[in-house]
């Protein structure tokens, strides 16, 4: 089976760099742009299923994403970026000013070290994989639209690595990364792809 895994398009949140989590924000101007040209690089490729993080900003990227496929589409709170507690609508600079410390243990031990007011990292990957789990098990191909790192979690569970290597897999808003199951292993066929989006668009 294929799984082709989306991280939805920008939202203005992205864009002056601040922490989203579950805040609930719309993607922008180039986000819908975004969503478009991935809709456009999709058109013709058999969807049958969407799944996707209710958030909106995602939400609105599979609907965007869908317009080619009237393919059903299934909200799945499992697909929720991170809980980023106290943290949420803070820049990354404000964070990096204010929480240095704590920025540093978590960096140093991501799986355990929790959020404060919000989860800790093996938490998301172990509600996200439980979602992947019930795709793989029901389908013989699917598309989901999700976050930065919800995205990675999948993926380190899929590759087999820890948590504390989850700068490797990043994504990008509007990539997508295409996973191949056969005979019980995974194989990645593309990972973060943007080559839909025009360089002076990005």
């Not at 599979?62 to 980023?84: F, R, T």
């Not at 507690?85 to 964070?95: A, M």
Request: glycine share 4%.
């Amino acid at each position: 089976m294929e799984l082709i895994l989306i991280r939805h398009g920008e939202t203005i949140w992205n864009k002056e760099r601040r922490v989203q989590g579950i805040s609930d924000i719309d993607l922008n101007d180039v986000g819908l742009f975004q969503a478009q040209a991935l809709s456009l690089s999709l058109k013709n490729h058999a969807i049958r299923s969407i799944y996707s993080s209710p958030l909106i900003r995602a939400h609105k990227t599979a609907q965007v994403i869908n317009q080619y496929h009237n393919a059903p589409i299934y909200l799945e709170s499992g697909l929720m970026e991170m809980d980023q507690g106290d943290f949420e609508g803070l820049s990354f600079q404000e964070l990096m000013f204010c929480e240095k410390d704590f920025l540093k243990k978590w960096l140093s031990d991501p799986a355990s070290v929790k959020m404060p007011n919000g989860e800790s990292f093996i938490e998301l990957q172990n509600r996200a994989w439980k979602v992947i789990e019930g795709i793989i098990a029901k389908s013989d191909g699917a598309l989901v639209v999700s976050h930065n790192f919800t995205i990675a979690s999948i993926l380190c569970k899929i590759q087999n690595i820890s948590l504390s290597e989850f700068r490797s897999v990043h994504v990008d808003t509007s990539s997508m990364t295409v996973i191949r199951f056969k005979n019980g292993s995974a194989f990645i066929d593309a990972f973060n792809d943007r080559s839909h989006i025009p360089s002076d668009n990005v």
